[in-house]
């Protein structure tokens, strides 16, 4: 689980004896660069003993992000498809907090994710752009790029 420092502390408490079976990181190391994050999944997949299935839970979008980061969390978010096409035993959730994040966040993650689901339930996302859309489109919603793909300097921030 790569999430919030905050959230690192509710999910050990909420499970319990079982928190010793879940490698955890805090996103803001992870992605402080969200160009780090899919390397750091590609090695915990790596990592998995001869080759069973892996799960993961990674939050790199929430509200505090400036709009040139959600730019390039919202290309990496489009991306993890491509980099993990034809890992059959990955599974990884992307949780939105859809109270925090504003319409155009959530409608982009629409776009970047093949399945969206809420309340438990689970559907094929209609606005979803495919793999051979992924690498050439920047995700449409900066505020302050107004539409531009950003500068590499000001995508990556820090």
């Known amino acids: 689980m790569v999430v919030s420092a905050a959230r690192i502390g509710l999910l050990r408490a909420a499970l319990g004896g079982h928190a010793d079976r879940v490698a955890f990181a805090d996103m803001a190391d992870v992605g402080a660069n969200p ?10 997949v790596a990592s998995i003993d001869g080759g069973g299935r892996a799960r993961g839970i ?10 040139a980061e959600l730019v390039e ?6 991306l ?9 035993a990955w599974w990884l959730l992307c949780p939105f907090d859809t109270g925090a994040l504003g ?12 399945f969206v689901s ?10 979803y752009r495919g793999l051979e859309q992924v690498a050439s489109r ?7 790029c ?13």
């Open 35 to 44: 160009a780090r994050i899919i390397p750091a999944w590609r090695d915990f």
């Open 58 to 67: 990674g939050e790199p979008i929430w509200a505090e992000r400036t709009p």
């Open 73 to 78: 969390c919202q290309r990496h978010e489009a």
């Open 80 to 88: 993890l498809n491509l980099a993990f096409a034809g890992v059959p």
């Open 103 to 114: 319409a155009d966040v959530l409608e982009e993650a629409e776009r970047s994710h093949p």
């Open 118 to 127: 809420e309340a438990g339930v689970v559907w094929q996302s209609a606005a």
């Open 138 to 144: 920047s995700p449409r919603h900066c505020p302050t």
């Open 146 to 158: 107004r539409g531009r793909r950003p500068s590499s300097a000001s995508a990556r921030g820090r």
